[in-house]
């Protein structure tokens, strides 16, 4: 069995474009290939638990097992010829992901048609290969059309070069979605939807720079599968999940900027905050949306206006959802993608004095100072105004964020003591903010008189609780103060 680091760049792309995309690629021969992938795991998916995925390949008459681990652009791949259709369990690292007596089944499929070829670009060895087909488990299917950039030989930094040569001739979105992880979706009944954030799990030993990229990795994955929902179906979970995936990245640049300083980051922290700035009207207008689905029995007035009311709401919603669309199958996101994935992955930062240290210390201190500014930006929280609730949220939203990535470390127990104050002073300083962002928001549409009656009625009626909302993220912030931080150990 051989083992190896496979160095890995993924598109999605559309069927049409594929060979735009060959056209564009440097020189070489080309191959096709039909190939037949079965991923096996065992009953209780101890594999995908793992975060591994085992296949048996077949092309030209020739088996291949491949076990694949890891996450980012370089992953453990061990492989070797077998002859039967079924994996040999005792090969490579297998046995110790696999409980006792445990046995391996087929989980689902994979067929697609391939073109590859072998480039040279900037003095590395490059696979391109242009994949069309689709995984099937059970009953159901999914189609792939996508581009891999597989490096051979030479640096990195030719792959994330190499995609932006080719994504001039076509449109290619970054995708951090696998072959193993559609299939494992595919057959857990886990249709296209919202991608949430996943748990950062940390095994203890990290750098400081692995930390990093281990949260800036799952956020950028959040912000690729969520614009990848937007362009089929704009939904508003879509859109609000882009954020968070797009805040989450920018909290952890501001959470480990003693550790990333350097050269790129200030240009990936401003294109995060131009895509997290596209998407806030139409999340504005979701939300008051929302408090108007349930706005009836609370309004004086004629149902007429809030009728009419809803109605304009929705057009503008409508609108401004064309724009977010507009704006993540643009080419600037598509080349936000590309950079941010390239600093993230082999940024010069990684080679930092700080970078290379220990996580679990840098943690403490980093947290300590997220607690510790809550603390502080709330201690006037009973005459705050909107300004200085609104920076209490964004230093409450960081420290909730900045628990998440390094929870793991700790007992579940003493995180979820410590986070559940934070999530409640979250809840009442969001309620907070959407109060405060309601007013401009109709203030800037051309509202007709009954529209315009119901929406200041419903805003002075919701004003009216503002005083109860600040009382109870009091209390949050009180019982914040008085609780074990989890990182005292």
């Given at each position: 069995?051989?083992?190896?680091?496979?160095?890995?760049?993924?598109?999605a792309?559309?069927?049409?474009?594929?060979?735009?995309?060959?056209?564009?690629?440097?020189?070489?021969?080309?191959?096709?290939?039909?190939?037949?992938s079965?991923?096996?795991?065992?009953?209780?998916?101890?594999?995908?638990?793992?975060?591994?995925?085992?296949?048996v390949?077949?092309?030209?008459?020739?088996?291949?097992?491949?076990?694949?681990?890891?996450?980012?652009?370089?992953?453990?791949?061990?492989?070797a010829?077998?002859?039967g259709?079924?994996?040999?369990?005792?090969?490579?690292?297998?046995?110790?992901?696999?409980?006792?007596?445990?046995?391996?089944?087929?989980?689902?499929?994979?067929?697609?048609?391939?073109r590859?070829?072998?480039?040279?670009?900037?003095?590395?060895?490059?696979?391109?290969?242009?994949?069309?087909?689709?995984?099937?488990?059970?009953?159901?299917?999914?189609?792939?059309?996508?581009?891999?950039?597989e490096?051979?030989?030479?640096?990195?930094?030719?792959?994330?070069?190499?995609?932006?040569?080719?994504?001039?001739?076509?449109?290619?979105?970054?995708?951090?979605d696998?072959?193993?992880?559609?299939?494992?979706?595919?057959v857990?009944?886990?249709?296209?939807?919202?991608?949430?954030?996943?748990?950062?799990?940390?095994?203890?030993?990290?750098?400081?720079?692995?930390?990093?990229q281990?949260?800036?990795?799952?956020?950028?994955?959040?912000?690729a599968?969520?614009?990848?929902?937007?362009?089929e179906?704009?939904?508003?979970?879509?859109v609000?999940?882009?954020?968070?995936?797009?805040?989450?990245?920018?909290?952890?640049?501001?959470?480990?900027?003693?550790?990333?300083?350097?050269?790129?980051?200030?240009?990936?922290?401003?294109d995060?905050?131009?895509?997290?700035?596209?998407?806030?009207?139409?999340?504005?207008?979701?939300?008051?949306?929302?408090?108007?689905?349930?706005?009836?029995?609370?309004?004086?007035?004629?149902?007429?206006?809030?009728?009419?009311?809803?109605?304009?709401?929705?057009?503008?919603r409508?609108?401004?959802?064309?724009?977010?669309?507009?704006?993540?199958?643009?080419a600037?996101?598509?080349?936000?993608?590309?950079?941010?994935?390239?600093?993230?992955?082999?940024?010069?930062?990684?080679?930092?004095?700080?970078?290379?240290?220990?996580?679990?210390?840098?943690?403490?201190?980093?947290?300590?100072?997220?607690?510790?500014?809550?603390?502080?930006?709330?201690?006037?929280?009973?005459?705050?105004?909107?300004?200085a609730?609104?920076?209490?949220?964004?230093?409450?939203?960081?420290?909730?964020?900045?628990?998440?990535?390094?929870?793991?470390?700790?007992?579940?127990?003493?995180?979820?003591?410590?986070?559940?104050?934070?999530?409640?002073?979250?809840?009442?300083?969001?309620?907070?903010?959407?109060?405060?962002?309601?007013?401009?928001?109709?203030?800037?549409?051309?509202?007709?008189?009954?529209?315009?009656?119901?929406?200041?009625?419903?805003?002075?009626?919701?004003?009216?609780?503002?005083?109860?909302?600040?009382?109870?993220?009091?209390?949050?912030?009180?019982?914040?103060?008085?609780?074990?931080?989890?990182?005292?150990?």
């Amino acid at each position: 069995m051989t083992s190896t680091r496979e160095v890995e760049l993924k598109f999605a792309c559309g069927p049409d474009d594929l060979a735009a995309v060959l056209a564009a690629a440097p020189p070489g021969d080309d191959a096709d290939a039909e190939l037949i992938s079965v991923y096996f795991d065992t009953a209780d998916l101890a594999l995908q638990k793992a975060g591994a995925s085992l296949r048996v390949r077949e092309s030209k008459g020739r088996r291949v097992q491949t076990l694949k681990r890891g996450e980012g652009l370089a992953r453990e791949e061990h492989e070797a010829s077998i002859e039967g259709l079924a994996p040999d369990p005792d090969l490579g690292p297998l046995p110790g992901l696999m409980p006792a007596g445990a046995s391996l089944r087929p989980a689902f499929n994979v067929r697609v048609s391939r073109r590859q070829r072998l480039v040279r670009h900037d003095g590395a060895e490059i696979e391109l290969a242009l994949d069309r087909g689709e995984v099937v488990g059970g009953d159901a299917s999914t189609p792939i059309c996508e581009v891999e950039l597989e490096l051979k030989s030479g640096a990195p930094d030719a792959l994330f070069s190499l995609a932006r040569t080719l994504g001039e001739a076509a449109p290619l979105y970054l995708s951090f979605d696998t072959k193993a992880a559609r299939g494992q979706a595919l057959v857990a009944g886990a249709g296209p939807g919202p991608r949430k954030s996943p748990a950062i799990v940390l095994e203890g030993g990290e750098t400081v720079g692995e930390a990093f990229q281990a949260v800036a990795r799952k956020a950028l994955a959040q912000v690729a599968a969520n614009a990848a929902l937007l362009r089929e179906d704009a939904t508003p979970e879509a859109v609000h999940q882009l954020r968070v995936g797009a805040r989450r990245f920018r909290s952890a640049l501001t959470t480990f900027k003693a550790a990333t300083e350097g050269e790129g980051r200030a240009q990936v922290k401003a294109d995060l905050e131009w895509l997290s700035h596209a998407c806030d009207e139409v999340r504005n207008l979701d939300v008051y949306a929302e408090g108007l689905a349930n706005a009836d029995g609370e309004l004086q007035g004629p149902a007429a206006g809030l009728a009419s009311l809803r109605g304009l709401i929705d057009a503008e919603r409508g609108r401004a959802r064309a724009e977010v669309v507009r704006t993540v199958a643009s080419a600037r996101f598509r080349g936000l993608m590309i950079d941010a994935a390239e600093w993230m992955e082999i940024g010069a930062w990684g080679l930092g004095h700080l970078a290379r240290g220990p996580a679990d210390r840098f943690a403490r201190e980093a947290l300590k100072a997220r607690r510790r500014k809550v603390l502080k930006l709330g201690r006037d929280i009973a005459t705050a105004d909107d300004e200085a609730l609104h920076s209490l949220r964004i230093a409450a939203k960081k420290l909730r964020y900045a628990g998440d990535a390094f929870a793991s470390l700790y007992g579940a127990k003493r995180v979820e003591a410590f986070t559940a104050p934070v999530k409640d002073l979250q809840t009442e300083l969001g309620e907070l903010n959407d109060l405060a962002t309601a007013a401009p928001l109709i203030a800037g549409l051309a509202l007709p008189p009954e529209a315009a009656f119901a929406a200041g009625e419903l805003l002075g009626l919701r004003a009216a609780g503002r005083a109860k909302r600040i009382q109870r993220a009091a209390r949050a912030l009180a019982r914040l103060a008085e609780v074990e931080p989890f990182w005292n150990t």
